[in-house]
């Protein structure tokens, strides 16, 4: 079974300033994936990056980045010079291996973490 | 580019009664599910599907029914409705590729009373 777990039920950060959104995640899977999305008030859920359990390199999309440290099994998300559109929940969710074509099909997401960007 | 169409956005039941949610997509996408959402609980997964005539529940199927006859079209059937489905209904999809992102209908908001 898969678990995703974001221990931070809310977070403030001044504008123009980093943020750090913790995500780890359990999973017995050596082939996985790891999603970050964003939800405004509007309640849409936009896609903001990817990171494969193979990729060696961090992804990166503009300004957010995946910390991903697979040793402690986090995917955290780096949202660089805060914007007061970033104010939104952030959901962490991931995929697991392609055991048959299930798996594949579905992913698992955390409880989400409300990030409020203070001017 | 339609994406994923989900309909309705908000739906009021009584308790017992049942109803359909629609969901299309246009991306040709072999996999596709529905999640609810609650607060503090974040998206859980009610039942997906891999392809047309190919589905599985998820973490929380009970009391819904899915079937996929087609690969653009996955509905969800709630049975007898109860209080405890109100809630936010996100439909999505995604490809096969390994990072293939999920898309997301716009959600329903269905209250039970």
């Known amino acids: ?7 931070q039920p809310g977070m403030f950060v001044q504008e123009k300033e980093a943020v750090t959104l913790d995500c780890t995640y359990d999973t017995s ?12 008030s509007s309640g ?8 494969g359990s193979y ?3 961090n992804a990166t999309e503009g300004r957010y980045s995946l910390n991903f440290q697979k040793a402690r099994k986090s995917a955290n998300l780096v949202i660089s010079a805060s914007q007061l559109g970033d104010s939104a929940m952030y959901f962490c969710a991931m995929r697991g291996a392609n055991a048959g074509g299930t798996s594949y099909g579905k992913l698992t997401f955390g409880q989400g973490t409300i990030l409020t960007v203070h001017p | 580019n339609a994406g994923v169409t989900q309909t309705p956005k908000f739906q009021v039941l009584k308790t017992g009664q ?4 629609q969901c299309a997509q246009d991306m040709n ?11 503090g609980m974040g998206l859980r997964l009610i039942h997906y599907s891999v392809g047309a005539g190919i589905t599985d529940q998820g973490e929380v199927p009970n009391g819904y029914n899915v079937s996929r006859s087609t690969t653009e079209d996955f509905p969800l059937r709630l049975l007898s409705a109860a209080p405890s489905q109100t809630s936010v209904y996100f439909c999505a999809s995604r490809s096969r ?3 293939g992102k999920l898309f997301f209908g716009s959600g329903t908001q269905l209250s039970v009373l």
């Open chain 1, 1 to 7: 079974a898969q678990k995703i777990t974001q221990t």
């Open chain 1, 29 to 40: 899977d050596q082939s996985y994936g790891l999603f970050w999305y964003k939800q405004p």
């Open chain 1, 44 to 51: 849409e859920m936009i896609f903001l990056i990817y990171q």
């Open chain 1, 55 to 57: 990729d060696e390199q």
């Open chain 2, 18 to 21: 049942s109803m359909t949610l």
């Open chain 2, 29 to 39: 996408h072999e996999y596709m599910s529905w999640y609810r959402q609650d607060p």
């Open chain 2, 97 to 99: 590729d390994r990072g």
